[in-house]
């Protein structure tokens, strides 16, 4: 399969190596990766702050680089669901919106194609470690990811996993919501770091890596030997 490669702004600016991480994953499946290198993107900042009329210029250059393609993989919860989910809100009675429905029916998220659209469980990977998992809010709710991930953790050789409890509260991130309400931000940060350190993960696992960015503060500021690794890194692991 020739797979299109969405790469998020968190993994195209902070969090390069998860890019690669899928990347490799993919390859080492025998599919051929195509990476669009006009693709910016996917307006979903804009879009959340209510700014839809350039959330949906920002989301025509998303439909502008792939609408060739067969189908368009994204290592994030978050943007697949602004595509995948939320385009046909932002473009109901617009010019392009039956464009915009057909190239938003192709988008997956990386873990979710892995199981659903591959019917893949064992990548080959191997990974040391005791690791839980975070519920990111849009991979969870939106598009309902929840028994793929642990399936796809499960399958690594040497990988230990212990469920966090709660695992399917917020971070706090959400995007713009941690600069307008830091104090409630922080306070849940807090308690999902409670929640990481009691199960003694080496490592907490997620398929979105502005969760893990949050997370990632919060655990250096407490000193927590608790570290983040996307679950693309987990699995080109070996």
Same mark, same amino acid.
């Given at each position: 399969?020739?797979?299109?490669?969405?790469?998020? =702004?968190?993994?195209? %600016?902070?969090?390069?190596?998860? #890019?690669?991480? $899928?990347?490799?994953?993919?390859?080492? /499946?025998? +599919?051929?990766?195509?990476?669009?290198?006009? %693709?910016?993107? =996917? #307006? %979903?900042?804009?879009?959340?702050?209510?700014?839809?009329?350039?959330?949906?210029?920002?989301?025509?250059?998303?439909?502008?680089?792939? $609408?060739?393609?067969?189908?368009?993989?994204?290592?994030?919860?978050?943007?697949?669901?602004?595509?995948?989910?939320?385009?046909?809100? &932002?473009?109901?009675?617009?010019?392009?919106?039956?464009?915009?429905?057909?190239?938003?029916?192709?988008?997956?998220?990386?873990?979710?194609?892995?199981?659903?659209?591959? #019917? @893949?469980?064992?990548?080959?990977?191997?990974?040391?470690?005791? @690791?839980?998992? +975070?519920?990111?809010? +849009?991979? &969870?709710?939106?598009?309902?990811?929840?028994?793929?991930?642990?399936? &796809?953790?499960?399958?690594?050789?040497?990988?230990? *996993? @212990?469920?966090?409890?709660?695992?399917?509260?917020?971070?706090?991130?959400?995007?713009? *919501?941690?600069?307008? *309400?830091?104090?409630?931000?922080?306070?849940?940060?807090?308690?999902?770091?409670?929640?990481?350190?009691?199960?003694?993960?080496?490592?907490?696992?997620?398929?979105?890596?502005?969760?893990?960015? %949050?997370?990632?503060?919060?655990?250096?500021?407490? #000193?927590?030997?608790?570290?983040?690794?996307?679950?693309?890194?987990? /699995?080109?692991?070996?």
């Amino acid at each position: 399969m020739r797979i299109a490669l969405f790469i998020p =702004c968190f993994i195209d %600016q902070i969090y390069p190596s998860v #890019g690669i991480a $899928v990347v490799r994953v993919l390859e080492r /499946l025998g +599919h051929e990766v195509w990476y669009p290198e006009s %693709q910016t993107c =996917c #307006g %979903q900042p804009a879009f959340n702050a209510g700014h839809w009329d350039q959330a949906r210029d920002v989301a025509c250059g998303f439909l502008d680089a792939f $609408v060739g393609a067969e189908v368009i993989v994204a290592p994030s919860g978050s943007c697949t669901a602004m595509a995948r989910n939320f385009y046909r809100d &932002l473009f109901r009675g617009h010019v392009r919106e039956a464009e915009a429905t057909f190239v938003a029916s192709r988008v997956w998220e990386f873990g979710d194609f892995l199981v659903r659209k591959l #019917g @893949v469980i064992d990548v080959g990977a191997r990974f040391e470690a005791k @690791v839980t998992w +975070h519920d990111a809010c +849009h991979g &969870l709710r939106e598009l309902g990811l929840r028994e793929g991930p642990r399936q &796809l953790l499960g399958a690594v050789r040497g990988l230990s *996993f @212990v469920e966090m409890r709660p695992s399917d509260e917020c971070c706090g991130f959400g995007g713009a *919501f941690s600069a307008k *309400f830091p104090d409630i931000s922080v306070r849940m940060g807090e308690a999902k770091a409670r929640a990481i350190e009691a199960t003694g993960a080496d490592y907490v696992v997620s398929g979105d890596s502005s969760c893990l960015m %949050q997370i990632a503060g919060v655990l250096a500021r407490r #000193g927590s030997s608790a570290k983040i690794i996307h679950l693309a890194e987990v /699995l080109a692991s070996s």
